[in-house]
Nanobody, 133 residues
Framework: HVQLVESGGGSMQAGGSLTLSCAASGNSWSRYYCMAWFRQIPGRKREGVAAISSDGPIAYVESVKERFAISYDSANTTLYLQMNNLKPEDTAMYYC???????????????????????????WGQGTQFTVS
């Protein structure tokens, strides 16, 4: 049984920096994966922010390029989102998600064609709220 638990939310002033964490736990964690951060503002559709695959490719939504950095620590099975130069429009509930990897070892495991399509991910964390003022 795999779970994702986000942490690191809270509040920050504009221009500041913060790192969100997403710890994956469970006995069947795959070494092949796609993982992503999404965020949702009340009343708006959830949007993808950053995605990473075990092969290394990374994708960012345009609004966070040059400001956010996604990374994954395989030793601790923890996904991170380093956020710099924060803006009030970054205020949202942040979720991490994973596709749990393939049922068999693949030759390669790139990002999906649309790494920010929610249907690509079948396990989600409970979310962590982050406010920039």
């Amino acid at each position: 049984h795999v779970q994702l638990v986000e942490s690191g939310g809270g509040s920050m002033q504009a221009g500041g920096s913060l790192t969100l964490s997403c710890a994956a736990s469970g006995n069947s964690w795959s070494r092949y994966y796609c993982m992503a951060w999404f965020r949702q503002i009340p009343g708006r559709k959830r949007e993808g922010v950053a995605a990473i695959s075990s092969d290394g490719p990374i994708a960012y939504v345009e609004s966070v390029k040059e400001r956010f950095a996604i990374s994954y620590d395989s030793a601790n099975t923890t996904l991170y989102l380093q956020m710099n130069n924060l803006k009030p429009e970054d205020t949202a509930m942040y979720y991490c998600a994973t596709d749990l990897g393939p049922p068999y070892p693949p030759r390669a495991y790139p990002l999906p064609r649309d790494p920010f399509l929610e249907a690509e991910y079948n396990l989600w964390g409970q979310g962590t709220q982050f406010t920039v003022s």
